[in-house]
C-alpha cells in the first residue's frame, strides 16, 4: 500500500511517500505554503500521480499529549484535504520530529542555511518511517 506522510508547518509542508510495498519512507518533496493554496493543488496532484491509498498528517500534541494552536492548524489542514481528495486521512503524533531532524542535521555538520526547508521533508519522513514501523509490528503480532 502506497502511503503518503505530510509535516504541515507554518511555512513549508514536508512530504514523504513509502515504497510500494509500505515498509520504507522516503522523502519526496517540500512545498512552500502559499495563501492561494497552490501548496494544496499541487499535494493532490501528487496524490493522484503516486496512487496513494493512505496519507498519514503529523499532529504536533504538546509534551502532555495534548493538542494545542499547532494541532488545531493541522486538524484544519486536515479537513481541507479531506474535501480536496478521497483518500483515508490518519493523523500520527509527531511529538518533537522536527526537533530531531534538526538535530541529527546538526550534528551532520549542516549549517542553518542548508538544513532550511530540508527539515520538513526529513521530518515528514520520520512520521512515516515511525507510522509504517508501528503497523507493522501491529500485523505481526
Not at 503516486?50 to 499529549?65: H, M, N, Y
Not at 530531531?100 to 546538526?106: D, I, L, P, S, Y
Request: charged residues 20%; hydrophobic residues 45%; aromatic residues 4%.
Amino acid at each position: 500500500m502506497r502511503t503518503l506522510a505530510i509535516d504541515y508547518g507554518t511555512a513549508r509542508v514536508g512530504v514523504a511517500i513509502s515504497d510500494a510495498a509500505g515498509r520504507l519512507a522516503l522523502p519526496l518533496a517540500i512545498l512552500q505554503r502559499d495563501p492561494e493554496g497552490v501548496y494544496l493543488q499541487r499535494l493532490v496532484e501528487i496524490i493522484a500521480e503516486r496512487g496513494v491509498e493512505r496519507i498519514v498528517v503529523g499532529l504536533p500534541l504538546t509534551l502532555q499529549g495534548e493538542a494545542g494552536p499547532a494541532a488545531t492548524s493541522v486538524n484544519e489542514f486536515i479537513t481541507a484535504l479531506q474535501t480536496a481528495v478521497d483518500t483515508e486521512i490518519v493523523s500520527w503524533d509527531e511529538r518533537l520530529t522536527s526537533a530531531q531532524v534538526e538535530k541529527a542535521m546538526a550534528q551532520a555538520g549542516l549549517s542553518t542555511r542548508d538544513r532550511r526547508g530540508r527539515v520538513d521533508a526529513a521530518a515528514a519522513t520520520l512520521i512515516l518511517q515511525s507510522y509504517l514501523d508501528a503497523h507493522e509490528q501491529a500485523n505481526q503480532q
